[in-house]
């Protein structure tokens, strides 16, 4: 730092190092010494005075001058309120007052508003949390107890918040814990008479300029109260501040400026100077904060930027670790609140959708990375989403089915549950909950049994568990079908600290998802129902929507009080709120065909969500129908909240499948895709869009549907066919099929129901023993995508990253709004 500057001003190199006792370039180039918030402060308070008078001589005087926390010295400074030996002891001494401090530490918040942030924090109770900065609409900074803060980050993330990055610091700065820090450095500033500022100083405790006689008053409590930046930009554009300088290592003010000018339009007047680079309070971490913050108010303007890792995240806390009660956000001094915005008219990709659904799940972009529920959306696809900014689900099926690990299914303990209660009744499937588990009911006593290939049921069930514990710590969510394993599907989720779930539930709320939406439900101190679980439904009709958008039954909340699964608190919030938080419309132009066309659909189910009950907006988006700029340019203007993709998603890079698999996907058209039957047809009477390409799944599976509807047991089959049937459709001893294994009154339904699983697994596992039986979902969107793609940089799988994949659609598709090819752009509240 300062490389330049100590040669041009050594006069005033001069005076720091006789108030510092050593050199000030020597101590500049000391890293290790930098460590120490002792060295750090005095080091850049010397060179944001060095640079501003660089730039005072070769420009104009400023009409203002601001500075971050640390930065205020500099601008005082500057100013000519004090000079710049005073200014260097009181620095010191602050330095040594700080440095002096431990037991606190700092969170930055991105992605939440003061407000909601105000609310989530006095939902969890977290009293001992003060509001240390408010930097934009967006980004905060809170100081508190180290444990407290600790804590509170995942309960931050899972209530919105798009970055916790907790700062590399040992003190709660500009919060009530530096009450007994502030008075000691009072007595340091009581020595000092400070003169009337030559040019306005904004205070970061009032947001208004500083007066001579208050000056010592306010470096004092700016000590133990919040940094207002926000308010303090404001006053800068109501006074008609259109230009800014800043002085000192860096760019971070000037990029908070940037979004500060975007939201706050004002008169064209005057120019500003921004003295002063600190940004926290004032330790070897600042600098990383700096970073920190700027990135993130970067991405805001820069649709392609992402937040920066200067700093080390939050590990996840013990779900519980923050317990529910009262309090809230206690500000050191006066209101922080945020001055009312008056937002450009102009779409961008990170303004698209609405903007409570990206706060609901602390997001960059409107867009959510799902999958087509065949195992090929895992860990390290939803890592790589919410890296990106984007909403995240992880499929509970194929390599990581929790009904199929933990139990049997009527045809045979290693084929796997149904997965989907028929229709019918009980009778024909057995619930692996229940003491009939291990035979099935419906099977007869000499039912034969047909071993699941080579794996065991220990390690896919150790898999499933490490997914779900990966994604209660990152912030993504899991996907959940209705089905006899779902119930133990929750416990897991419910014990790991799970807050979201995608639900695919054709019939509507059963009592798992019940269970799982509104564990932890309660009322607020006004009386007001509050879940802290989320619960994205898909809905293919308004009758499905509607029933996600009432309240569980008064029967059903009554049987899970009575039984355990609720609490009569959770209960009680449970009555006055919906199902589901949010709903995503899908349609026959994914690869489910057993409902309305999604986008005529779309604006009937939003009309139907907003006369829903409940505080909080019930959002409605689009799933696995948009690829290409033009789509998503349409469902934002038909008012889409959000969008899903789904065979998107599962040709990223590091999805589940092997890179033969990976690579027929970019390749695909719509004439490579047909309908066939598969698990839910079995139940639902509905077939599956999939790829025929290079696959002999689809004939099988009509060969062997076609046969379950013709028998009912296998054993009524001729011989001769039955041994095709067990030797080269399922497979025979090569797919772990011993000899015999279909003789006796084994149910065709169940051989149909392995069959589509098995081959679903060594899909999702890529398995080259049955290379011509794989089973690969596929909705259109990905051939709209792949055709989009042809010639282009996203035409390789490698590419198509979940943040690339969504960042181009949403930038073009804003284009396409902003230039009016689309009539209208939805930017919903």
């Known amino acids: 730092m300062g490389v330049g500057l100590f040669d041009r001003h050594p006069g005033v190199v001069a005076r720091a190092d006789a108030v510092l006792g050593r050199s000030v370039r020597e101590l500049s180039a000391d890293q290790e010494a930098l460590r120490d918030t002792r060295a750090l402060q005095p080091v850049l308070y010397t060179i944001s005075a060095l640079t501003y008078l660089d730039l005072a001589a070769r420009g104009p005087q400023p009409d203002f001058m601001i500075g971050h926390s640390l930065g205020e010295y500099s601008a005082l400074y500057a ?3 004090v000079d710049f030996e005073t200014g260097l002891r009181l620095v010191v001494a602050r330095a040594e007052i700080m440095g002096g401090t431990s037991g606190g530490g700092m969170l930055a918040v991105v992605g939440l508003d003061v407000d909601r942030l105000r609310e989530v924090l006095r939902r969890e109770g977290a009293d001992d949390i003060d509001l240390a900065n408010h930097n934009s609409p967006v980004q905060s900074v809170l100081s508190g107890p180290e444990e407290s803060i600790r804590e509170l980050a995942p309960v931050l993330r899972r209530a919105g918040a798009g970055k916790c990055v907790l700062l590399h610091i040992s003190v709660a700065a500009h919060s009530r814990y530096m009450a007994e820090a502030a008075r000691r450095l009072g007595a340091v ?19 208004r300029p500083h007066r001579a006689d208050e000056i010592a008053t306010r470096l004092r409590e700016h000590m133990c109260q919040g940094v207002r930046w926000w308010e303090s930009l404001a006053h800068l554009v109501d006074h008609g501040v259109t230009d800014l ?14 979004v500060a000018r975007a939201e706050l339009p004002g008169p064209a007047a005057g120019v500003g100077t921004l003295v002063g680079a600190g940004a926290g309070a004032g330790t070897e971490a600042e600098v990383e904060v700096e970073v920190e913050v700027g990135a993130a108010a970067e991405a805001e303007v820069e649709a392609e930027t992402e937040v920066s890792e200067a700093s080390r995240e939050v590990p996840a806390a013990v779900p519980g670790a923050v317990p529910p009660g009262a309090g809230g956000v206690t500000p050191a001094a006066g209101p922080m609140g945020t001055p009312s915005l008056a937002r450009a008219g102009r779409p961008t990709a990170e303004r698209l959708g609405a903007a409570r659904f990206r706060e609901r799940y602390g997001l960059r972009l409107a867009w959510v990375a799902s999958g087509t529920g065949d195992g090929a959306v895992g860990e390290e696809v939803c890592r790589a989403a919410r890296e990106a900014g984007l909403a995240a689900f992880a499929d509970s099926v194929g390599p990581v089915d929790f009904a199929d690990q933990m139990g049997p299914s009527a045809f045979a303990d290693q084929m796997g549950p149904a997965g989907f209660a028929d229709p019918r009744g009980p009778s024909d499937f057995a619930d692996p909950t229940g003491p009939a588990a291990r035979t099935g ?57 799970v807050r979201h779930v995608e639900a695919d539930h054709p019939y509507g709320p059963d009592a798992a998802l019940v269970r799982f939406r509104f564990t932890g439900a ?19 009709g308004l009758d499905q929507a509607a029933a996600f958008l009432r309240p569980p039954s008064p029967d059903l909340l009554a049987e899970l009080v009575r039984t355990g699964g609720l609490s009569a608190q959770e209960a009680d919030a449970a009555r006055e709120l919906p199902v589901a938080s ?35 907006p019930v959002h409605v988006g689009l799933r696995g129908v948009v690829g290409t700029p033009e789509q998503a340019a349409t469902a934002f203007a038909l008012g889409a909240a959000f969008l899903v993709s789904t065979s998107l998603t599962a040709c990223a890079p590091n999805a589940r499948l092997s890179a033969q698999l990976g690579r027929t996907l970019t390749e695909v058209t719509d004439d490579d895709l047909t309908w066939a039957p598969t698990e839910r047809y079995a139940t639902l009477g509905v077939p599956a869009r999939v790829v025929r390409r290079g696959t002999l799944f689809p004939a099988r599976a009509h060969l062997l549907h076609r046969l379950l509807r013709a028998h009912r ?15 080269e459709v399922l497979g025979g001893p090569a797919a772990g099929l011993p000899p015999g294994a279909l003789d006796g009154r084994v149910r065709t339904t169940d051989v149909f129901r392995w069959y589509v699983r098995e081959t679903a697994r060594r899909t999702g596992a890529g398995d080259p023993v049955r290379p011509l039986d794989h089973q690969l979902p596929c909705d259109p969107e990905l051939t709209h995508f792949n055709r989009a793609a042809l010639g282009t940089g996203l035409a390789a799988r490698q590419a198509r990253t979940p943040g690339a994949v969504a960042g181009h659609l949403l930038t073009k598709a804003a284009e396409l709004l902003a230039a009016g090819v689309v009539s209208r752009a939805e930017m919903r509240p």
């Open 79 to 81: 100013s000519g309120a």
């Open 189 to 207: 500033l009581d020595t000092v008479t400070f003169r009337e500022p030559r040019v306005p100083v904004v205070s970061n405790v009032t947001a």
């Open 245 to 258: 300088v800043e002085v000192g290592p860096g760019n971070v003010l000037t990029k908070l400026w940037a």
């Open 441 to 497: 009911p419906a099977a007869a006593p000499d039912a034969g049994r047909v071993p699941d290939g080579p794996r065991t049921a220990e390690a896919p069930a150790e898999a499933l568990v490490q997914a779900v514990t990966a994604a209660a710590r990152h912030g993504w969510g899991i996907g959940l079908r209705a089905g006899p394993g779902a119930d133990r599907l929750v416990t897991l989720l419910l014990d790991r600290g």
């Open 522 to 540: 309660r009322r607020t101190p006004a009386g007001t129902p509050v879940a802290r679980r989320h619960v994205l439904a898909r809905v293919s």
């Open 582 to 616: 949010d709903l995503a419309v899908q349609a026959p132009a994914g690869w489910h065909a057993d409902g309305a066309d999604a986008y005529q659909l779309l604006p009937s189910v939003a009309a139907l969500a907003a006369r829903g009950p409940g505080p909080e």
């Open 713 to 727: 047991f296998l054993a009524e089959v001729p011989a001769a066919r039955r041994r095709h049937i067990e030797e």
